[in-house]
């Protein structure tokens, strides 16, 4: 299978290549030249497998330039029953919230609590196979700036996996207290963790720069290393996603929730619209999706452009509880957009021209057509995420996190709206303790906050008794190991004397 450029169909690579570069060098993402056909035979050969089989089967269809044994060395070492807390990484739990069924998802069982686990865990081996077929000899840095869970994800994937080192940055005031200490306690041989002082965007343009400066990178050179991404734009974080969709319908198959054939709808709430993407395409290969429903928060750029085919980001911006999603330029929508215009890098690269230039771009009205077909795309506040937490959680027992709230949201508009009672899964993303200020008040209105965040886990607790994940319940006693702020413009010698490069 070759990959190829949304901005240029002639860049056209392997997916060891793709991995390893991440980005295409015209500055459009890589994507597969064909999807994989899953038929009815398939799927039923699927469903008698567990998480790994089935993953292995689709990673085996995506990168044929991986032999077998490579393929499952990285599903073995990804995917474990101790980092996952049990067999299914991803496992479906079945509630119902004012007469709906809500199938929900759980892609927040692994070592960070959040759904970014799920790529972040398998991208370290994916990677180091994909520099030994193309840039073998090579340790790969990896660099990322973070608003939080990204950060964390890739440093638990990342930690002493050999021939790659770590750095992360972070804005000095702009994660959780909990996302801190998530990072600030991590552990590993090949990891550093700084703050920066600036905000989130100062840290993106500085890992930028020193991506895109030559003297860096020949410094690296020399001493046998380079750098590479671990963004939600490089394929392998991509491809892990694709996984969950398809194992979750059998589960669902399984479960006796619908039968092998049956139509289900797919609800998600985006940010950098890689999740969604995913489940896309799992539909292209033959997953039997009749509706995507994108739900964002009140940064609701996505729900216009779906509602109008017109995406502009020149609009106020948000701080919200559900911050994985206070996004306003949603990447991977690029890769969407190319498949819709027919696979079209010129239409694409338009696109992507004029949303650099203005902020913002209309697609045709055929590709409006086809996005109203397949997609719904809703928004909710403030208040109705926390409304929604506490009624799910007072109706039914189950407690979600912020983003989750914002899916079982945007799902509820969407059945009110529509009459449709296709069974539907909701990916729910992260634990509700990543987030326990926000959760705590939504369940709890009337409760005075402790001041510590281990002190409002330990009330969560007290009120829900969902057990505390155990990744995040160890850490309360966990000593600090980095305590590095630096300046923005320090960046470049930070990572050079990170690296032991002169
Ligand atoms: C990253 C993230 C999202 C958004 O996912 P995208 O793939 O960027 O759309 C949603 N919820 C949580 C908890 C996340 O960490």
Redesign the pocket.
């Known amino acids: 299978m070759l990959y190829n450029s949304t901005q240029n169909a002639s860049e056209v690579v392997s997916s060891a290549q793709a991995i390893a570069q991440g980005i295409s060098k015209d500055g459009g993402l890589f994507v597969p030249q064909q999807f994989p056909k899953y038929d009815r035979a398939d799927f039923q050969s699927l469903l008698s497998l567990d998480y790994k089989g089935r993953a292995e089967k689709v990673f085996s269809d995506f990168l044929t330039d991986f032999s077998e044994e490579e393929i499952k060395d990285c599903v073995n070492k990804a995917y474990t029953a101790e980092k996952f807390g049990g067999n299914n990484p991803a496992p479906m739990a079945y509630t119902q919230l004012g007469g709906n069924l809500l199938n929900i998802l759980e892609l927040w069982h692994g070592p960070t609590c ?3 686990d799920m790529a972040l865990q398998i991208l370290p081996h994916l990677l180091t196979k994909s520099l030994k077929k193309t840039y073998d000899g090579k340790d790969a840095v990896i660099l990322v700036a973070t608003s939080g ?2 950060g964390k994800a890739a440093l638990e994937g990342f930690k002493d996996v050999e021939h790659t080192k770590i750095i992360v940055f972070y804005p000095v005031d702009g994660v959780s207290p909990m996302q801190k200490h998530q990072m600030n306690t991590q552990e590993g041989g090949n990891v550093t963790v700084c703050a920066i002082k600036g905000n989130f965007d100062d840290a993106q343009t500085g890992v930028k720069k020193i991506f895109t400066t030559p003297e860096i990178s020949e410094k690296l050179g020399e001493n046998n290393m380079l750098f590479s991404s671990a963004n ?1 734009i490089n394929w392998g974080r991509l491809l892990p996603q694709i996984v969950y969709y398809i194992s979750a319908y059998c589960d669902l198959v399984n479960d006796g929730k619908i039968a092998l054939g049956d139509k289900i709808n797919v609800v ?9 993407l995913a489940s896309y395409y799992a539909g292209l290969m033959g997953l039997p999706v009749a509706k995507y429903i994108c739900a964002s928060n009140s940064n609701n750029v996505l729900t216009d452009f779906i509602n109008t085919g017109v995406y502009d980001k020149n609009r106020d911006f948000y701080t919200t509880m ?1 911050p ?2 206070d ?1 306003l330029v ?1 990447s ?1 929508l690029e890769r969407l957009l190319y498949k819709f215009s027919g696979d079209s890098d010129a239409a694409t690269k338009g696109w992507m021209d004029s949303l650099k230039a203005t902020g913002k771009y209309e697609v045709s009205d055929e590709v409006k057509a086809v996005i109203a077909e397949k997609f719904f795309g809703g928004f909710c506040d403030e208040e109705q995420t926390q409304n929604t937490i506490n009624r799910l959680f007072k109706q039914s027992g189950y407690l979600c ?1 912020t ?1 989750t709230a914002v899916a079982v949201n945007v799902y509820e508009q969407y059945v009110a709206e529509t009459g449709d009672t296709t069974p539907s899964v909701i990916a729910s ?2 634990s509700p303790y990543k987030f326990s200020k926000a959760v705590l008040k939504a369940v709890s209105p009337e409760c005075k906050l402790p001041e510590t965040e281990f002190e409002m886990v330990d009330m969560l607790y007290e009120v829900s008794k969902m057990p505390v994940p155990a990744p995040l319940a160890c850490l309360k006693d966990k000593k600090a190991r980095f305590s590095d702020v630096t300046e923005v413009d320090k960046m470049p010698e930070y990572v050079l004397s990170a690296l032991s490069i002169e």
């Open positions: 959040a759904f970014k869970d990204t939600s998600v709430p985006t940010g950098n619209f890689g999740n969604i559900s994985s999603m996004i949603s991977n996190d983003h993303t992260a």
